[in-house]
């Protein structure tokens, strides 16, 4: 069972709200599946619709006319998990997905990537995906406040220092430099908290291609103890909530989470 709140408070009226959020996850992704969601919106008059984008995620969007102070998004969905968690197994194709090769502002390559990449990658693709989450868990001390979500990989390898979000990226811009295809994952881990990221590593195998997800910001692969919500290129794609709205009124957030998954 999933259960996430967003409220943002306001010190005074806001107008024409417009906000995004990619929170549900999706009917099936490897053995987990979604056997039921509900999204409530606390805003009178507000115009809430419901898309998918070209990678398959959720995207909820919430438009409403006036906010005299505060708003709250409520998201529920019951997951169930059918499998051992392991590995995803997609069409060939996906390993030409030029989504997953090319690099993204926030997953650009500098110098010391390429070097980087260059050094650590080897004939096995898997191997060198483990290597990099390996090098990244190491690269990078976990450290909340000292980035932002416009931090690129480059600026956080150098710095040392990041969330889930920076970890992810540093080791995407590893698997791109490589020629490895690879995508951002947002979701959750279980329990409470904040949102989680994570890396899917797309690799050959004999019926196609299979993605391999893997945790740098913890250092190892990511099992059944994990829930997807949304895949994409880099944070940008899934940021779980984002929007604007007219208003000098200045807004605050607050998130709470709690993550149960059926196991069956």
């Not at 959020?21 to 099936?28: A, E, S, T």
């Not at 190892?220 to 949304?230: D, H, I, K, Q, S």
Request: aromatic share 6%.
């Amino acid at each position: 069972m999933l259960h996430q709140r967003f409220h943002y408070a306001y010190d005074g009226p806001v107008r024409d709200l417009d906000h995004r959020l990619v929170v549900v996850p999706p009917r099936q992704h490897g053995d987990q599946r979604r056997r039921r969601h509900s999204i409530t919106v606390s805003a009178a008059g507000a115009n809430t619709t419901h898309r998918r984008d070209t990678a398959g995620n959720i995207v909820t969007r919430s438009r409403v006319p006036l906010v005299p102070d505060g708003i709250e998004f409520v998201i529920e969905a019951v997951v169930e998990r059918v499998g051992p968690g392991t590995d995803i197994g997609l069409p060939a194709a996906v390993l030409h997905d030029p989504r997953l090769l090319r690099p993204t502002r926030l997953t650009a390559a500098d110098p010391e990537i390429d070097r980087l990449a260059a050094a650590l990658a080897g004939n096995d693709p898997l191997a060198t995906a483990e290597r990099f989450c390996a090098y990244v868990h190491d690269a990078i001390t976990y450290e909340y406040g000292v980035t932002t979500v416009d931090t690129t990989a480059a600026q956080a390898l150098a710095l040392g220092r990041g969330v889930c979000q920076d970890s992810a990226h540093v080791m995407i811009a590893l698997c791109r430099a490589a020629a490895l295809p690879a995508r951002y994952v947002s979701g959750h881990l279980l329990g409470e908290g904040g949102t989680h990221a994570w890396v899917e590593v797309v690799v050959a195998d004999p019926e196609g291609a299979r993605a391999v997800a893997f945790d740098p910001c913890n250092g190892r692969r990511a099992g059944r103890a994990y829930l997807t919500v949304a895949t994409g290129r880099d944070y940008t794609d899934v940021a779980p909530t984002s929007g604007t709205y007219r208003g000098a009124a200045h807004g605050t957030l607050t998130a709470t989470k709690r993550v149960d998954v059926a196991l069956a």
